[in-house]
Each structure stands twice: as structure tokens, then as C-alpha cells.
């Protein structure tokens, strides 16, 4: 077949008249997606299955394009391999697809280039309008940093000098005509002082609008549920305050250990890698009051308040409402597994922290004196994350003796994994005696839909073609967790500098150590096992 | 005609396993209950039952093999409690027996990979004879699970019209249609006549429209960004390829065209069986009609999917009179070859859902398009001068 020439298109078209009744379908305008780290495993595992499962399920844009980006050289051509055998294991929507693999391949090209030299981006700015041109693309980039952090400020800066993230704003409402748009991974900073010198750094080349600091977890299904259940139904949100509820417990537990990641995970911890992000995140999303309309600004603007609300914990209770461990040897899924200074790249001596728990409040006239415990850690007995409302007791108990089924009511919002939603309440056992027992309505995401829920990517790069920022986090909103989250770093390294470090341990397949459950019986409370 | 049976291991067994079990009509719910129970006894532990909808499904016993098929299908797509109404005039001899409705209960169950069993929705099967359906109103409104919406499955355009008016319309939240199995063009009338009973009050969903869905969004797509709106503006000739004997769903396509741009019908030519239709349309502009646009309708031999549909081109003419054309063709493997001036042409992924699909998506946002009302009545229209003689 004869390809036609490519023609000139508007530079501002006209809206299109077809699209009405179709909007429910969010198809994104045609737009060439750039991977930088195209080598790397996220490329391979989630990023281009993510983009093909999109494809498979006609969320794409008919003209398309992909251009993974490394140091690694690596043609167009085994570029394509690769991804082929990444969606063969990882996609979502798999055995794939012969033909559409044949035309989503056809999308997929590869550009060899040092993260750190102006000149590379020229050729890369090249190669891109030579895409476009053939390809009918109207000039919207999509830049995706799945790099080392340390090279995030560098290629925001050499993808501006190349004139790489220039908008106009032409368009309507002063939106621009051909949007650049920035995905950068986490981790975005290690302590406050290095978010604030990233997000300065970025801001120099884009305005906020262009950034989308990703974390899948607000990609999950559940996640994204919490809004709908709060702000949705009418019976939960009059509850959701200090006059009902008695505490808060988030869980982030894992099984797996460091998986090969020992050098990275001793510089991280677990506070670092799940909590100041993910659970800090679940947090806000759990507390928020509600946004005055569903738009990204409307609902980062309230989870920020909840993170600003966060209170101080002081240096002298730091010990006392933060508790830090390591697992050590022991079994999981009735498989032994190596104690953590045992793991490949972890020093003998560390004093790096896979388990951490802790008691916080905020403060705030909804929560005021509501504790919320929140713990995460690895080689836990199950993977699961969950938030769990506890709410007061009844005032006054009828029952005497016979009431001794009775339990205090638990919300239990379940991310990961059976996501779903369970209520615990007293129910009265059948039969002449006035007996109560505790039972359990479940609503469960797999048992009540059929459809398959997307992967978190493919949802959060769907988001970010269409503009859509409400599940990515904001400068602010990360600079006021790190506050928080690096006044206890502080502490422990205040600490290790005193010779003071105290890091309990646990055993692997445990539900933790015994400090921390010192931390909640302390307050006549009890983890819960979920 | 059996008891409402008694709720033994065995029955509760075969009754999860999804095998019917007959009744009494008055005894159902009290049989249903039963049969949880034990079967929750047998699971140790409560089973869980799940329903998102309540599901009315009107059909004929010729055609119970093929409702029943679908209902299964459904069942791991969206839980819910299904009521199948049986119109069969030949079930029974006597005016008295006729009048009866027998009914018969199983569940649907929704297994997990590793064969757990997890998940258990209702049917509920309403057998009546020549007067039996009088009741059917009745029943359905006594075993709708409270506070759950209810969808009406009216998807045999020959069904009489009276079952959906009197008796199921006012229990309804939610109706579904299909114009895909219409046999003659001139039947697209009388689906515009059941979803007029909607009286725009309820939405009303059509799987024939939804199957049409994949073909609407990748050619909408064409006029996406860079292209943009502007050479709709300027479109002269369209041309639908479909199976033979899919004329249904490409008039319901060019109805979507024709409603989506705001194109008025201006005449037809009618076709003998078999051979090209074709319509004129005028190009409204700012109230003063600004040109001609002629859909012609092909029968085509070619890949179709479920939809029927092979192939559409719109041929446009800029300011010059300079031609250019937009194509979307059906290929093998479900795929679509899309084709636009800009840019070599391009395979994108069509679908080809189930009945079941289907009406899952008639069940969310999709089911109630606005569009949809307008272009049905169009194509009705349309209908009229399709095919001579049909």
C-alpha cells in the first residue's frame, strides 16, 4: 500500500460534532508518549503493557505513538521485542493479540541518549517531529521520567533548553494548543530539603500544571473509591468525625523483603518507601473534608489541609508514638526467609527501619481527638493495605452478660488485596436467649463487578493525556508530608548520631514487634488482624 | 407441578450447581430462602449472594434457549436477580391451564479459576400461557429485590407491545432494546414505538446502537485533534458497506451521522431488495441549508463483526472543491483499518462483544445516550424508504 504524504492539519481545529454521546468513552487527544529509562524494568513490566492494554481496550487515540529513550542502544526493532515479551508476562489483558500487536508495534520506536547532553535532546526533538510528521501527530508529548531521581531535575532542564515542554496558550480558556505534559516516578525527594530543591528545580522549566508526580496507589481502584463512598452515600460522611469515630487504623503490609533492592531499601526504609507516599496519601484521602467540586485543584487542596494538620509529634514523645524494626529470620508461607542484615546489599549493622508504626493525630474540628495508628512494614504474615473505622462504642450496653458478642463497629476499606468494603456489626444469635455475635456485611469488588478493574498505570496515564491531575500528587502536597514525615528522620538520625539507636526486631510472618504493640494497648486499643 | 421443594442437602446442592428446580409461583421466595440457607449450611459459612439489578427478560419459549444463554453469560459480568417471562402460547391446552404461570428457580454462579464457587445470583424463569402474561406485571413488581433498580430486557421486536405497556413499563427503570435482531428494516417502527413508551422518562438502552459503538468512537475518532471538526462541514458523500441483511444497522449508523451533524433528510431512493439505498441529507447551516450530503447503504460482502457493519467513507470537499476521505474498514481478527488524509492509514482494535456485554453496558452510562432516541426515530424514518416491499 501506498502511504499518502502527510498533510498539514490545523493548528486549531474546529471541535468535533461525533464526539457527542460518546464522552463517557475518555479518549485522549493523539499525543507521542516519551519513556526516559526505556531500558528498565518498569518500561518493560508496566509502562508499555499498561499502554498496550489501553490500546487493546480502544482508550487510545487512533494516531499514537511511543519513544522509549535510554543510554542503552537499542534499535527500533529490538525495542519492540522486548516490549512484545514484557506484555506476553505482565499485561493485563493477555494472550496478546496478534494483529493489534502488529499496529501497536508499528507505534513503538526506540531513541539511544545520555540523560545529561544537550545534544541528545536535539536529535530527540528531531526524531519526535519526524514521528509526528509521518505519523499525523499533532505535536502533544508526553514526557514519562522512569529514571534514577538524581537525573530528574537534569532532563526537565535539558527537555526545556531543547524547547521540548513549550506551550502556547492559544487554545480555549487559554488552555494550550499542544500540551507537554511531565510523569515523573517516585521517589520525589528523600527528605523536605531535597523535594523542595527537585520541585524549584522542575519550576524552572514547567509550571505545575505540566507536572504529574505519580503514585500508583491513587491509581487503585479503591483509592479512588474512598471518594465515591464518602461523598456519594449519604449514611457514611455524618459519621466520619470524632463524635462516632474512636480511632483510625492503616495498614501497609507486605510480604515480600527487600527482593534484590537491599542497597536501595537501606537508604530508604520503609517510611521513605511506603509511607511519606502511598499511606500519607490513603491518609489524606481517608480525613479530607469534602472538595467544593471533583476537580484535581478542589481535592488536592483538601488532602493538603489534612497533611498540613498533621500534628507535631515532639521530639521527646518521638519514641513513644513512633516504633522502628527489622524483621529478622523466621517463615513465610511456610517457607523460611533470611533476616533483614541478612539480605543481599544490607549492612550487618543496619539500623534501617522495614517496620514502622505509629500513633498520629490531626488536628482538626472533624478529627480532634481521634488517634489514628497507622503501620507498615515488609515480610509481614499477608500482603494487605486497609484502612479501618473504629467507631465508639453505644453509649449505654443493654445486654449485660449475653451482650459479651458485642464489638465496637469496624469500617474496613480494603485496597489491596480483594478490594472491597466490609462492616462489622452485633447481630442477635437465633434463638430464645437474648445472645449477640459479631457479623460481617462484605461488599467485594471482584464478587459485585465483572469487570476487571485496569492496572493503577494504566489509569494514571489515561489521566495524564487527558489532563486529568486529580490523582497526582501537587508540590504542596508533597513538600507538607515530607515536613512531617522528616521530623522523625530527623529524630532517628539525631539518635544515630547520639549512639542512641534502638531498633527492635520481629520475626518475619509476625505481625510485628512487641514495642509497638505496647504503642496501641497502651490506649486499651488492639491491632487489628485483617 | 411440584411443591416449593423442601430445602434438603440435595436440592440445595443441584440448585448451586445452577440446575432449575420448579416452584409454586406463590412459594418463591419461601424456595429461595430455603435453598440458601442450606446451601450456606453445606458452604460453612454464609454464601454470597449479590445483586446489583433487578433484571426482567421478556422473550418467547422458541427463543428460551437463547435468553436463557445469555442470562448465564451475564451472570459473572453483573450480579443480579433475573426474571425470564415466557410468553408460549402452546404450553397449554385448556383456557384455565393457560391462564396459569409455572415457575421454576436457579441460581447462577460465578466460579473463581480455582473452581470456588463464589459468587450466587438468581433466576427466576415465569412460564405463561395465552392469557398467563396478564400476570406477569404482578409477579414482577412482588419479587423485585427492594431498592435495587430494574432493567427490562424487551429484546424480540415481535413481542406484543401490550406485555411491555401495561404490565411491565410501570416497573421499570432501565429498558433495553435490540434493533440487531430486527429481520426487516420496516421492524425498526415498532422499536420506536416501545422505546416511545419510555415516554423520555426512563432511559432507553439498544444493544443493536451498542454494538455499533467501536465503529461510532474510531470513526469519530478521525475528527479528533489535528484534523478537528471542519471537514464534517464540508461532507458530500457517505457510504455505508454492511452484510447482507444488516440494512437495520447501517440505517442506524447513518441516522447517527446524520443526527450527530445536524443533517436534515431530504428525499430517498428507494432500493430493490439487495441493491444499494440511498438518501439525501441537507447540511443545516445556521438555519440555511449549506449543501447535500447522499448516504448511500451497501450490502458488501466483507468482514462485519457482530455489528453488520463492513465499511464507512465520508468523502469531503474543502473551500477549493479539493476532495478528501475518511474510512474506517472492518478487517479480520477484529481489527479496523482507519484511514485519514494526514497520515498512513492505521489498524485500531474494533470489538465484538456478546449479547450479554452488551447489556452490561446498556446497564451503565452508555445505555442512556440521548443520541440514540433521536437517531432511532431517524432511522425509522429511513426504514420506510429502505427496501422496497419490506
Known amino acids: 500500500m501506498t502511504e499518502p504524504a502527510p498533510a498539514a492539519a490545523s493548528s486549531n481545529p474546529l471541535p468535533n460534532p461525533l464526539r457527542q454521546g460518546l464522552s463517557e468513552e475518555r479518549i485522549p487527544e493523539p499525543a507521542t508518549m516519551v519513556i526516559f529509562g526505556a531500558s528498565g524494568d518498569l518500561t518493560k513490566r508496566k509502562l508499555v503493557p499498561a499502554l498496550y492494554s489501553?490500546?487493546?481496550?480502544?482508550?487510545?487515540?487512533?494516531?499514537?505513538?511511543?519513544?522509549?529513550?535510554?543510554?542503552?542502544?537499542?534499535?527500533?526493532?529490538?525495542?519492540?521485542?522486548?516490549?512484545?515479551?514484557?506484555?506476553?508476562?505482565?499485561?493485563?489483558?493477555?494472550?496478546?493479540?496478534?494483529?493489534?500487536?502488529?499496529?501497536?508495534?508499528?507505534?513503538?520506536?526506540?531513541?539511544?541518549?545520555?540523560?545529561?547532553?544537550?545534544?541528545?535532546?536535539?536529535?530527540?526533538?528531531?526524531?519526535?517531529?519526524?514521528?509526528?510528521?509521518?505519523?499525523?501527530?499533532?505535536g502533544n508529548r508526553v514526557f514519562y521520567l522512569s529514571i534514577p531521581p538524581s537525573s530528574f531535575a537534569t532532563v526537565v532542564r535539558n527537555l526545556g533548553a531543547a524547547g521540548l515542554t513549550t506551550e502556547d496558550n492559544a487554545g480555549p480558556g487559554g488552555k494550550p494548543t499542544k500540551f507537554a505534559r511531565v510523569i515523573i516516578e517516585k521517589p520525589f525527594g528523600t527528605d523536605l530539603a531535597t523535594a523542595q530543591q527537585l520541585n524549584r528545580d522542575i519550576h524552572q522549566t514547567l509550571t505545575e500544571r505540566q507536572i504529574y508526580r505519580i503514585d500508583h496507589y491513587l491509581g487503585k481502584e479503591t483509592v479512588q473509591n474512598l471518594l465515591v463512598f464518602r461523598f456519594a452515600n449519604g449514611i457514611f460522611e455524618p459519621v466520619w468525625n470524632n463524635r462516632f469515630v474512636d480511632h483510625v487504623q492503616i495498614t501497609g503490609a507486605e510480604t515480600v523483603g527487600v527482593e534484590g533492592r537491599g542497597g536501595y531499601f537501606e537508604q530508604a526504609g520503609i517510611l521513605r518507601d511506603m509511607v511519606q507516599n502511598h499511606l500519607m496519601q490513603v491518609v489524606s484521602l481517608t480525613a479530607m473534608e469534602p472538595p467544593i467540586a471533583l476537580d484535581a485543584d478542589a481535592i488536592r487542596d483538601e488532602k493538603l489541609k489534612v497533611l498540613k494538620a498533621l500534628r507535631t509529634i515532639p521530639t521527646a514523645e518521638m519514641d513513644a508514638h513512633v516504633v522502628r524494626a527489622q524483621y529478622g529470620a523466621g517463615s513465610i508461607s511456610g517457607k523460611p526467609v533470611p533476616g533483614y542484615r541478612e539480605e543481599q546489599g544490607v549492612?550487618?549493622?543496619?539500623?534501617?527501619?522495614?517496620?514502622?508504626?505509629?500513633?498520629?493525630?490531626?488536628?482538626?474540628?472533624?478529627?480532634?481527638?481521634?488517634?489514628?495508628?497507622?503501620?507498615?512494614?515488609?515480610?509481614?504474615?499477608?500482603?494487605?493495605?486497609?484502612?479501618?473505622?473504629?467507631?465508639?462504642?453505644?453509649?449505654?450496653?443493654?445486654?449485660?452478660?449475653?451482650?459479651?458478642?458485642?464489638?465496637?463497629?469496624?469500617?474496613?476499606?480494603?485496597?489491596?488485596?480483594?478490594?472491597?468494603?466490609?462492616?462489622?456489626?452485633?447481630s442477635k444469635l437465633p434463638g430464645p436467649a437474648m445472645q449477640v455475635a459479631p457479623v460481617s456485611m462484605e461488599f467485594r469488588y471482584g464478587s459485585s463487578f465483572g469487570v476487571e478493574p485496569p492496572e493503577a498505570y494504566e489509569r494514571l496515564i489515561l489521566d495524564c493525556m487527558l489532563g486529568d491531575g486529580t490523582l497526582f500528587t501537587r508540590a504542596d502536597e508533597v513538600e507538607a508530608s515530607w515536613t512531617w514525615i522528616s521530623r522523625i528522620h530527623k529524630h532517628w538520625a539525631q539518635q544515630a548520631a547520639e549512639g542512641k539507636v534502638q531498633v527492635a526486631t520481629y520475626a518475619a510472618g509476625s505481625w510485628g514487634p512487641e514495642p509497638a504493640e505496647r504503642l496501641i494497648t497502651a490506649d486499651r486499643r488492639a491491632w487489628r488482624r485483617p | 407441578m411440584a411443591d416449593?421443594?423442601?430445602?434438603?442437602?440435595?436440592?440445595?446442592?443441584?440448585?448451586?450447581?445452577?440446575?432449575?428446580?420448579?416452584?409454586?409461583?406463590?412459594?418463591?421466595?419461601?424456595?429461595?430462602?430455603?435453598?440458601?440457607?442450606?446451601?450456606?449450611?453445606?458452604?460453612?459459612?454464609?454464601?454470597?449472594?449479590?445483586?446489583?439489578?433487578?433484571?426482567?427478560?421478556?422473550?418467547?419459549?422458541?427463543?428460551?434457549?437463547?435468553?436463557?444463554?445469555?442470562?448465564?453469560?451475564?451472570?459473572?459480568?453483573?450480579?443480579?436477580?433475573?426474571?425470564?417471562?415466557?410468553?408460549?402460547?402452546?404450553?397449554?391446552?385448556?383456557?384455565?391451564?393457560?391462564?396459569?404461570?409455572?415457575?421454576?428457580?436457579?441460581?447462577?454462579?460465578?466460579?473463581?479459576?480455582?473452581?470456588?464457587?463464589?459468587?450466587?445470583?438468581?433466576?427466576?424463569?415465569?412460564?405463561?400461557?395465552?392469557?398467563?402474561?396478564?400476570?406477569?406485571?404482578?409477579?414482577?413488581?412482588?419479587?423485585?429485590?427492594?431498592?435495587?433498580?430494574?432493567?427490562?430486557?424487551?429484546?424480540?421486536?415481535?413481542?406484543?407491545?401490550?406485555?411491555?405497556?401495561?404490565?411491565?413499563?410501570?416497573?421499570?427503570?432501565?429498558?433495553?432494546?435490540?434493533?440487531?435482531?430486527?429481520?426487516?428494516?420496516?421492524?425498526?417502527?415498532?422499536?420506536?414505538?416501545?422505546?416511545?413508551?419510555?415516554?423520555?422518562?426512563?432511559?432507553?438502552?439498544?444493544?443493536?446502537?451498542?454494538?455499533?459503538?467501536?465503529?461510532?468512537?474510531?470513526?469519530?475518532?478521525?475528527?479528533?485533534?489535528?484534523?478537528?471538526?471542519?471537514?464534517?462541514?464540508?461532507?458530500?458523500?457517505?457510504?455505508?458497506?454492511?452484510?447482507?441483511?444488516?440494512?437495520?444497522?447501517?440505517?442506524?449508523?447513518?441516522?447517527?451521522?446524520?443526527?450527530?451533524?445536524?443533517?436534515?433528510?431530504?428525499?430517498?431512493?428507494?432500493?430493490?431488495?439487495g441493491a444499494p439505498a440511498l438518501f439525501r441529507f441537507d447540511r443545516a447551516k445556521d438555519g440555511a441549508a449549506a449543501g447535500s450530503v447522499e448516504i448511500t447503504l451497501t450490502p458488501s460482502e466483507g468482514a462485519c463483526g457482530t455489528s453488520g457493519i463492513v465499511a464507512i467513507e465520508l468523502a469531503t470537499a474543502d473551500a477549493s472543491g479539493a476532495e478528501s476521505a475518511y474510512s474506517v474498514r472492518r478487517a479480520e481478527q477484529n481489527l479496523a483499518t482507519i484511514s485519514v488524509p494526514i497520515a498512513p492509514p492505521r489498524s485500531m482494535k474494533l470489538d465484538s462483544r456478546t449479547d450479554a456485554e452488551l447489556v452490561l453496558s446498556a446497564l451503565g452510562p452508555a445505555g442512556a445516550d440521548p443520541l440514540f432516541r433521536r437517531a432511532l426515530t431517524l432511522a425509522a424514518r429511513l426504514a420506510t424508504f429502505a427496501s422496497a416491499g419490506t
Open chain 1, 54 to 138: 489501553l490500546a487493546r481496550d480502544r482508550l487510545l487515540p487512533a494516531r499514537f505513538a511511543v519513544v522509549g529513550y535510554a543510554r542503552k542502544p537499542l534499535g527500533d526493532d529490538a525495542f519492540r521485542a522486548d516490549m512484545r515479551k514484557g506484555c506476553d508476562e505482565f499485561a493485563r489483558r493477555r494472550p496478546v493479540d496478534e494483529g493489534l500487536w502488529n499496529t501497536f508495534a508499528q507505534q513503538l520506536f526506540f531513541q539511544e541518549g545520555d540523560y545529561d547532553k544537550p545534544e541528545a535532546y536535539a536529535a530527540l526533538k528531531k526524531r519526535l517531529e519526524e514521528i509526528e510528521a509521518a505519523h499525523g501527530l499533532p
Open chain 1, 347 to 426: 549492612s550487618r549493622s543496619s539500623q534501617t527501619e522495614t517496620y514502622v508504626a505509629m500513633k498520629f493525630f490531626i488536628d482538626s474540628w472533624r478529627w480532634a481527638g481521634v488517634p489514628f495508628y497507622l503501620r507498615s512494614a515488609k515480610r509481614m504474615p499477608k500482603r494487605v493495605t486497609e484502612i479501618a473505622i473504629h467507631f465508639k462504642e453505644a453509649p449505654h450496653l443493654l445486654f449485660g452478660r449475653t451482650g459479651e458478642g458485642i464489638r465496637p463497629n469496624v469500617l474496613a476499606i480494603r485496597i489491596q488485596p480483594d478490594e472491597g468494603i466490609a462492616l462489622n456489626f452485633g
Open chain 2, 4 to 273: 416449593a421443594p423442601a430445602a434438603t442437602p440435595a436440592a440445595a446442592e443441584a440448585f448451586t450447581r445452577g440446575e432449575p428446580i420448579s416452584v409454586e409461583v406463590d412459594r418463591i421466595e419461601g424456595a429461595l430462602a430455603g435453598l440458601w440457607k442450606e446451601a450456606s449450611r453445606d458452604a460453612g459459612g454464609a454464601v454470597a449472594r449479590a445483586a446489583l439489578w433487578n433484571i426482567v427478560v421478556a422473550t418467547r419459549a422458541a427463543d428460551l434457549e437463547r435468553t436463557k444463554r445469555t442470562v448465564d453469560e451475564l451472570a459473572p459480568l453483573v450480579p443480579a436477580r433475573v426474571l425470564v417471562l415466557v410468553e408460549d402460547p402452546t404450553a397449554e391446552k385448556t383456557d384455565e391451564a393457560a391462564a396459569r404461570v409455572q415457575a421454576s428457580i436457579e441460581s447462577n454462579v460465578v466460579a473463581r479459576s480455582g473452581g470456588a464457587r463464589v459468587v450466587y445470583s438468581e433466576e427466576i424463569t415465569l412460564r405463561g400461557g395465552v392469557a398467563g402474561d396478564q400476570h406477569f406485571g404482578g409477579l414482577v413488581r412482588a419479587l423485585q429485590v427492594p431498592g435495587l433498580p430494574t432493567a427490562t430486557l424487551w429484546l424480540d421486536p415481535t413481542m406484543p407491545e401490550a406485555l411491555l405497556r401495561r404490565q411491565l413499563r410501570p416497573a421499570t427503570d432501565r429498558l433495553v432494546l435490540d434493533t440487531g435482531r430486527c429481520t426487516r428494516p420496516r421492524q425498526l417502527l415498532e422499536i420506536d414505538r416501545c422505546a416511545d413508551l419510555a415516554r423520555g422518562a426512563i432511559p432507553v438502552a439498544d444493544l443493536g446502537w451498542l454494538r455499533l459503538a467501536s465503529f461510532r468512537l474510531l470513526f469519530a475518532g478521525l475528527f479528533d485533534p489535528p484534523v478537528g471538526g471542519g471537514p464534517l462541514g464540508g461532507a458530500r458523500r457517505v457510504k455505508i458497506e454492511h452484510k447482507p441483511g444488516a440494512e437495520v444497522s447501517a440505517l442506524l449508523l447513518a441516522a447517527w451521522l446524520a443526527s450527530a451533524l445536524d443533517w436534515l433528510f431530504a428525499s430517498a431512493e428507494p432500493a430493490a431488495p
